[in-house]
């Protein structure tokens, strides 16, 4: 048994708005993106490791990223590194791992965090969590980050939470609402009990598995029989044949958004998802101009862009705004700064071209 909470990291996405910077090959977790020398992976697990001992991470990644996790996590032993062989949603994801973790210790607490998240005030953060752990210790709660908006998003899912008790930073969660329109989320922004998603989660184990039980029971049948597997020999071969029955569902549809004891436990602490290009501008240093360069370039009456380019060759902009010019390794990518809806097409069509594209 552990007092210290265990931390679940899932990094098996693919990045594919970060496109052609994040590849299949090595998607954005995996990468320096904000040029510290840390990736986004190893900048989460050094932030956690505040809470948390090694031994109490759990990373869980798609099978063809193994090798990846090995490299930048070398902390790690093999049987803390969780291989998906297919991609089914945060559902199946968290379950894997909260399944064999409950079979470790039925008295542990988790916190499920995505690899890829910027925090920028950590200290505030380590605070935020804290709170969070205590407040999963009432048995069946599920607690939620939500993070104080500061302009209608629409890229984000909201929370909107009743009113608590004085001095109790457990706020129970009224409502869902996954990307809302740009006017709905002004409305969102206005009414003062709206928060976004950040899609970190804190949880007694044993609430999560009751909750899976509730509300999908398919996935809880499936991942009950992993009790005699997990830790084994068998459990590779377990989990292979459990991801070909499981369905594809997200944590937030398949039981935050079903479930009547859901919290959310507000923050603070400059967090970004790092969704898309657009994000990341936001976030970097700019010129007078409100552009990003990452490039050897001389600008011409441009404004609002994101240059980045992999090579010194001298780029030349004229009369472009709101632009993305990203030229990584075979790919030259030119398009409207904020047109993430369309990386799937492009990353789609680019793939008709051939695998080294992607």
């Known amino acids: 048994m552990q007092d210290k909470p265990y931390i679940v990291i899932m990094a098996g996405g693919i990045g594919s708005r970060f496109w052609p910077y994040s590849r299949n090959s090595r998607p954005k977790q995996f990468l320096d993106i904000l ?14 490791r505040e809470i948390a001992e090694p031994s109490q991470f759990m990373v869980v990644t798609n099978q063809g990223y193994l090798d990846l996790v090995i490299e930048q996590l070398p902390e790690l032993k093999s049987h803390q590194i969780l291989s998906e062989p297919l991609r089914k949603n945060t559902a199946t994801c968290i379950a894997y791992a909260a399944y064999k973790i409950y079979a470790l210790d039925p008295e542990a607490k988790l916190i499920v965090t995505p690899a890829d998240h910027l925090i920028l005030q950590e200290k505030r953060f380590i605070l935020t969590m804290n709170r969070a752990i205590q407040a999963s210790e ?32 457990a706020l129970k969660v009224k409502t869902f609402t996954e990307k809302p329109n740009i006017k709905l989320a002004k409305t969102f922004l206005d009414s003062g009990d709206f928060v976004w998603n950040s899609g970190i989660f804190v949880w007694k184990a044993k609430s999560l598995l009751d909750a899976f039980t509730e509300n999908l029971p398919d996935i809880a049948e499936i991942f009950e029989e992993g009790k005699s597997h997990f830790g084994k020999p068998t459990e590779k071969d377990f989990i292979n044949r459990a991801y070909t029955m499981v369905k594809n569902v997200s944590i937030d549809y398949g039981i935050m958004e079903k479930s009547d004891k859901v919290y959310v436990i507000l923050g603070d602490f400059g967090w970004s998802d790092l969704g898309s290009w657009h994000s990341l501008h936001e976030l970097r240093e700019k010129d007078e101009n409100n552009n990003v360069v990452e490039a050897n370039a001389l600008l011409y009456d441009t404004t609002d862009c994101y240059i980045k380019m992999d090579s010194d060759k001298l780029v030349v902009i004229e009369g472009l705004e709101n632009y993305l010019i990203n030229e990584s390794e075979n790919v030259l990518l030119i398009c409207k700064l904020g047109g993430e809806k369309k990386f799937r097409d492009f990353v789609a069509n680019a793939k008709k071209k051939g695998e080294d594209f992607v």
Do not use: A
């Open 138 to 169: 009432t048995e069946g709660r599920l607690i939620t980050i939500g993070i104080k908006p500061n302009r209608p998003e629409t890229g984000y899912g909201y929370i909107q939470y009743l009113e608590g008790d004085n001095g109790n930073p």
């Open 35 to 48: 040029g510290t020398g840390r990736s986004l992976l190893q900048m989460t697990y050094d932030r956690f």
